[in-house]
Nanobody, 122 residues
């Protein structure tokens, strides 16, 4: 599966953004999906994940209650709605696919898309 993330940009603290990740290939609908981020000078971290049918979602503690992951299998797209953004959310955000369908934080995400930059100003 090939992935392309979009929707990043510059937003003020407290604002919202919605990221999209468009997938090509026939394996999307059976794949768990995840969003990760990497801030300058820091390691990449898990942000959110969703199972292949959307039945289970997973979030990092730092984004619980503010971010929502969802998917539309008819459109081969996964979304990350980000509300109440904070400067510490500034990072390059990546989407990734777990071909086993789980999407949980310890899943084996083997397909990665190009990132999209989110900058939150204070």
């Amino acid at each position: 599966v090939q992935l392309q993330a979009s929707g990043g940009g510059l937003v003020q603290a407290g604002g919202s953004l919605r990221l999209s990740c468009a997938a090509s290939g026939h394996t999307f609908r059976s794949s768990g999906m995840g969003w990760f981020r990497q801030a300058p000078g820091k390691e990449r971290e898990f942000v959110a994940g969703i199972s292949w049918n959307g039945g289970r979602t997973y979030y990092a503690d730092s984004v619980k209650g503010r971010f929502t992951i969802s998917r539309d299998n008819a459109k081969n797209t996964v979304y990350l709605q980000m509300n109440s953004l904070k400067p510490e959310d500034t990072a390059v955000y990546y989407c990734a696919a777990d071909l086993r369908g789980n999407g949980n934080p310890t899943a084996g995400f083997g397909s990665w898309g190009q990132g999209t930059l989110v900058t939150v100003s204070s």
